[in-house]
């Protein structure tokens, strides 16, 4: 049964930092496409950051890169993604995602492409 647990986030002053973390089981993470999205209050889920095989390095959104950074874990079987330089306008629901069944996935920052999600993870920064 494949699941996803996100921890690692809380309030925070901004310029501040965070590591988020998604445990999983019920597949590899290496053998899999895996990716962080996030959602504002009214605001759609986006794509943050995707690894998957094929791609020499993690995918992150163009506005992003610089302070955003996604990783994993192998042994563990757990996600991470480090957050630097935070502002209020990251306040959030972050979410990782998985799709077991494919190793690639160009269209990462799609929400679609995913079949299981984890339950959220808030990240509130107060300026």
């Known amino acids: 049964q494949v699941q996803l647990a996100e921890s690692g986030g809380g309030s925070v002053q901004a310029g501040g930092s965070l590591t988020l973390s998604c445990a999983t089981s019920?597949?590899?993470?290496?053998?899999?496409?895996v990716a962080w999205f996030r959602q504002a209050p009214g605001q759609a889920r986006e794509g943050i950051a995707a690894l998957y095989s094929g791609a020499d390095s993690p995918r992150i959104a163009d506005y992003l890169k610089g302070r955003f950074r996604m990783s994993r874990d192998q042994g563990q079987n757990t996600l991470y993604l480090h957050i630097s330089n935070l502002s209020p306008l990251d306040t959030a629901t972050y979410y990782c995602?998985?799709?077991?069944?494919?190793?690639?996935?160009?269209?990462?920052?799609?929400?679609?492409?995913?079949?299981?999600w984890g339950q959220g993870t808030q990240v509130t920064v107060s300026s």
């Open positions: 995602a998985a799709d077991p069944s494919r190793w690639v996935c160009p269209r990462w920052d799609r929400s679609a492409e995913y079949t299981y």
């Open positions: 019920g597949f590899t993470v290496t053998s899999a496409c």
